[in-house]
């Protein structure tokens, strides 16, 4: 009788804090720009550059109240598992251009304050096209200059933060940093590491409608 | 919202001069530094032309290895002077360097290879605008420009070909190169240095007499502590270059794929390759280089083997020169190596 009871008074207290959303669709997209520094750490070190663009579609919410100093000033944190859509560049001089779509997974905890930390999965497509003229010799033996790159498997993850300027205030900016690896395949029947920093800045669309 | 745009803006440009411009140092007067690749089947080549521009003779570098790069060669001294006079093609192998492309172990062949090499030769002819080419082969490069030279058609396109301490016979070159490193560990015992280590070295050996390509890293590295691959590192001089922005863990990944994966006749080289009966093929003028201090493919035997053996009339080889260079005299004796090369190419071009 008394482990009912007491169970039943957990199970009540267990979702207390989560905000009731009732009849209220809260959305939020991202519109995002970052550089990358796809970083060789090996000597001697080599840093090659590119940028990405991609869109964050949020897929689950699910904020959270703190207790905040007074009940006027509650601490909401934010729960969010979005899509991100990605393409991108990484430049490489007389080697190539990894050009690359990954519909990327990612989950972001934003602090009441808007501090945030996102972790995000990667699987997508790289193509490396050469950076220099590619010539072949054909069948009468000269040589013609042809488009030429090779397609990639690309499988990795990256660890960002950042702050969410739209989150307190009313400008609708985030700007991020973070580091991820990330292997493209094949290469010889190998996966070829990559290791990269990223920062980025995102404009934020929030809208909440009954 | 104007002001989110100029920043969006500012960033947007910051990050796009940042990414695409890096300045590239422009050859001086008459001198060339482009950048290609070869495509062969799923494969780029990637293919560097420096040197004199007027100039219609060019010497193409074969890099050893197997699996190493041309891409750093350039920084070798020896190239300076060279490309003062001479196009120099730089070209990185199938599975090797930096080369890109997905390579199924059954196209690592020394029998590809050598059609890949004809593909530089004729890209060199035509592209690179070189009448006159020679091919300039080093360690597993000289093996390899051996082989393709077993061709005739091949020799027709050539003027000539200077090949340095070849790897023509790595079969029998494995088994002469352990016995050099056991007489160097016989020698460094009686010395009383490192017993232990010297003694374990010796017993290495004992378990692994063949030397595979699972043996060839450590086989390497006792070879390094006795100068069998350099001789004296201190007449090594090099300079500064610019190099492609590569990925340099498909170099590290390369430098393990192709010796292990490397064939001739559908068996590893490292067991079977063996040129000798077909040396008496080879009819061009060639230069022949051998370092006295070679403990990677000794000199003696190797070297005599070929020079009896080789069909060319036209060959130039001094057993009297390079006493202070281990495996790769360019490297170490860059002054006399320069003089023979000019002298070679002009009286064969």
């Known amino acids: ?210 | 919202m104007q002001l989110n745009f100029k920043i969006l803006s500012i960033l947007f440009f910051a990050v796009a001069v940042l990414a695409g411009c890096s300045p590239d140092p422009k050859p001086n007067g008459d001198q060339v530094d482009n950048y290609y690749f070869v495509k062969v089947d799923n494969v780029a080549l990637p293919v560097r032309v420096c040197g004199n521009i007027k100039s219609d003779v060019a010497i193409i570098f074969i890099h050893g290895g197997p699996g190493g790069s041309a891409q750093g060669e350039r920084g070798n001294i020896y190239w300076k002077e060279i490309e003062k006079y001479y196009k120099v093609i730089y070209y990185d192998q199938r599975g090797s360097g930096v080369t890109q492309g997905n390579v199924p172990p059954s196209e690592m062949s020394i029998e590809q290879f050598s059609e890949d090499l004809d593909n530089i030769v004729d890209f060199t002819k035509q592209v690179a605008k070189a009448s006159k080419v020679f091919i300039h082969g080093a360690s597993w490069g000289g093996g390899l420009a051996t082989y393709y030279l077993l061709d005739t058609t091949h020799q027709n396109k050539l003027k000539g070909a200077i090949i340095e301490s070849p790897a023509y016979d790595i079969k029998n070159g494995a088994v002469l190169s352990i016995q050099w490193m056991l007489h160097k560990a016989d020698s460094m015992i009686a010395l009383g240095k490192n017993l232990d280590y010297w003694n374990n070295c010796k017993n290495y050996y004992s378990i692994h007499p063949i030397l595979t390509y699972n043996e060839f890293k450590q086989h390497q590295s006792y070879l390094t502590q006795v100068y069998g691959l350099v001789s004296n590192g201190a007449n090594i001089q090099v300079q500064s270059i610019s190099t492609p922005k590569v990925e340099l863990a498909l170099g590290y990944s390369n430098a393990e794929f192709a010796p292990a994966t490397l064939t001739y006749e559908g068996q590893s080289i490292f067991t079977h390759l063996d040129l000798t009966s077909k040396l008496n093929q080879i009819k061009l003028p060639v230069m022949l280089v051998w370092g006295a201090q070679d403990g990677l493919l000794p000199k003696n035997n190797l070297a005599e083997k070929f020079v009896t053996n080789v069909g060319s009339l036209n060959l130039k080889y001094d057993d009297t020169k390079y006493l202070l260079s281990a495996h790769l005299p360019h490297f170490e004796e860059w002054q006399q190596f320069d003089v023979d090369t000019k002298a070679f190419v002009e009286a064969n071009k």
């Open chain 1, 1 to 210: 009788m008394m482990y009912t009871l007491s169970s039943a008074i957990a199970q009540d207290n267990k979702y207390k804090d989560i905000i009731k959303t009732d009849g209220l669709k809260n959305k939020k997209y991202l519109a995002s720009i970052s550089g990358i520094a796809d970083m060789e750490l090996f000597k001697p070190v080599n840093i090659n550059l590119g940028m990405s663009f991609s869109g964050s579609i949020r897929l689950l919410y699910k904020p959270k109240l703190n207790k905040g100093k007074s009940v006027y000033s509650p601490r909401i944190i934010e729960r969010e598992i979005y899509i991100k859509p990605t393409v991108g560049y990484i430049y490489r001089k007389r080697y190539n251009t990894a050009l690359f779509f990954i519909p990327e997974i990612a989950y972001r905890h934003t602090f009441y304050k808007g501090v945030f930390l996102e972790l995000n999965m990667d699987v997508g497509y790289m193509f490396t096209k050469m950076n220099a003229p590619v010539y072949e010799r054909q069948d009468d033996g000269t040589f013609k200059e042809v488009f030429f790159g090779h397609h990639n498997l690309m499988l990795g993850g990256k660890l960002v933060a950042g702050y969410d300027f739209s989150k307190n205030m009313r400008t609708p900016l985030a700007i991020n940093f973070g580091t991820g690896v990330f292997y493209r395949y094949p290469s010889n029947q190998k996966w070829i590491r990559h290791i990269y920093a990223e920062v980025g800045l995102s404009y934020v669309f929030r809208r909440a409608k009954e």
